[in-house]
Nanobody, 127 residues
């Protein structure tokens, strides 16, 4: 499979951005999708995932209530809506999935579980 993120940029604290992840090469409607970020000097952090149908999403505590994820199965695209951005949200953002047979119908929360990654899109929150 192939994942390609877009929509990153520089934004002031309190601002908003929407990231998109276009997918191809696998049956998008059968797999959960996640967003993972890596802040400067830190490890990979899973922040949110959404099930294959798009009717259940999960969030890590640091983004809960501020960021949301959604998907459009007709467009094979998953989104990350970043709101009330803070300087600590500055990171490279990746969409990721386990597109192996073991990933069918399963949402993982650990970055090491994913076998398919995009190239990432940079989000910088700064005055």
């Amino acid at each position: 499979g192939h994942l390609s993120e877009s929509g990153g940029g520089v934004v002031q604290p309190g601002g908003s951005l929407t990231l998109s992840c276009a997918t191809s090469g696998f049956t998008f409607t059968k797999f959960a999708m996640s967003w993972v970020r890596q802040a400067p000097g830190k490890g990979m952090e899973w922040i949110t995932g959404i099930n294959s149908r798009g009717d259940s999403a999960y969030y890590t505590d640091s983004v809960k209530g501020r960021h949301t994820t959604s998907r459009d199965n007709a467009k094979n695209t998953v989104y990350l809506h970043l709101n009330s951005l803070k300087t600590e949200d500055t990171a490279m953002y990746y969409c990721a999935a386990d597109t192996s047979p073991g990933g069918l119908g399963t949402l993982y929360f650990v970055p090491a579980s994913f076998d398919t990654w995009g190239q990432g899109t940079q989000v910088t929150v700064s005055t």
